[in-house]
């Protein structure tokens, strides 16, 4: 009863660089992250698709700025991502290809130093001495928009897949 009790409460981590470094106040970062996957998709028959491949290309832009949260050391980072795929495999018999491309779900990410880490300006960094730190964060991540049941499928409306 226990563990089921406890794995309601925990939730899968997410590696975030920056997510726990202290920053000199109203520091801002923008990056870029590009990823590339290419394979087999592995459906297990859960789908009458055989010989699925993919290629995917997923280019993200990030915005990350430091601000002062009463008094603590805290961030906030915006991502937004955009797929581009193209899709292969036999379905029911007949070859098929899909190209699909458009914004994924984007990300939300408040962060902040809960002890250890006050706010500061990049002149009071040089001479603050790192100790113990404690730090929370808030993430949100989920769909752009939502797609109306009469615009599925018209180009430049469908969703990522096969």
Not at 5 to 14: G, H
Not at 18 to 38: E, F
Not at 65 to 77: E, I, K, M, P, Y
Not at 103 to 125: C, H, Q, Y
Request: glycine content about 12%; aromatic content about 10%; proline content about 5%.
């Amino acid at each position: 009863m226990t563990s089921l009790w406890a794995a309601s409460l925990v939730f899968a981590q997410d590696l975030a660089p920056r997510a726990y470094l202290i920053t000199p106040l109203q520091a801002n970062a923008v990056t870029m992250t590009y990823s590339y996957y290419t394979g087999n998709l592995l459906l297990d028959g859960t789908a009458p698709i055989t010989g699925a491949t993919a290629s995917t290309s997923i280019p993200i832009v990030t915005m990350y700025h430091t601000l002062d949260f009463f008094g603590r050391s805290a961030n906030v980072l915006v991502g937004l991502p955009y797929g581009v795929g193209n899709f292969h495999g036999t379905i029911l018999g007949a070859e098929k290809s899909a190209y699909r491309s458009g914004l994924m779900d984007g990300v939300f990410r408040f962060s902040v130093n809960l002890k250890g880490g006050p706010a500061m300006t990049a002149a009071e960094m040089q001479k603050w001495k790192q100790k113990t730190i404690y730090r929370g964060q808030l993430q949100s991540a989920g769909p752009n928009r939502t797609i109306r049941s009469d615009e599925a499928g018209q180009s430049g409306h469908k969703p990522l897949g096969l």
